[in-house]
């Protein structure tokens, strides 16, 4: 087994949507720079994600240095979406990321018909201002003061190419074998290691990326997103039939680990990935 070093960063602007991978990536205490800083949100304001709307799968957020966001969607014309400020006039709103109410501020409404187009259903856009203040991690998980972006429930999310690969075999030989090999996109991962044996990192406490501490707080539970193909926006049975029989936890299907940033810095594909711990 080579030593392991981080194969692939990616960046998600907009909660659900397709990111980006850059070759390096500032890591903020509550993820990676620009990482799911945004989400669209339906008329009771709960985060609608692929789960509600699979065709979030084929619409595309670019980001830009000052934060704005450059939507693209098939059918649809591009839209640059400017980093919404808090004002008197609008405020914040509630928005329910999965049962926790945090504040965010809504976008432009240019944005909100764009998506509603898309969707062909009421929603709207969000920006989540402060992340310093906005949501803590769960703290059944969590030390005092970590917080959380958009993501679902951590700030960086690790999987392994070698788990991968596990994965897939264990498809081939099940009854939807036609449906593999996945690639990790369905996974969603901010980062990708190369170099481990698989299911290695079910042990993980600590670890860095370069220069980068992180903590292992928790397995990442794994939903309806996975079955969905990130080309196509088709849904399938799998991983979820085979994560069912080989890689349960209680009542949650398991791939990759939760992270949490010790501290800030910058972490580049190709960095050496030390299990500290």
Known sequence: MSNPVLRSVHVHPVKALRGFSPAEAEVQPWGLAGDRRWAVVDTAGKVVTQRQHARLALASAALSGDGAVTLSAPGRETLTVEVPRPSAALGTIPVDVFGTVVEAVPADPAA????????????????????????????????????????????????????LDALNSLIAQGDHSDEGPLPMNRFRPNVVVDGTAPWSEDGWRRISIGDVAFRVPRSCGRCVVTTTDQETAERGKEPLRTLARHRKDGNRLIFGQNLVPEHRGVIRVGDPVKILD
């Open 112 to 163: 909100d018909a764009w998506f509603s187009a898309y969707l062909d259903s009421e929603v709207r856009l969000t920006h989540m201002d402060d992340p310093a203040r906005r949501r803590p991690v769960d703290p059944d998980y969590a030390l005092p003061g970590e917080t959380v972006s958009f993501a679902d429930g951590y700030p960086l999310l690790v999987t392994t190419t070698s788990s």
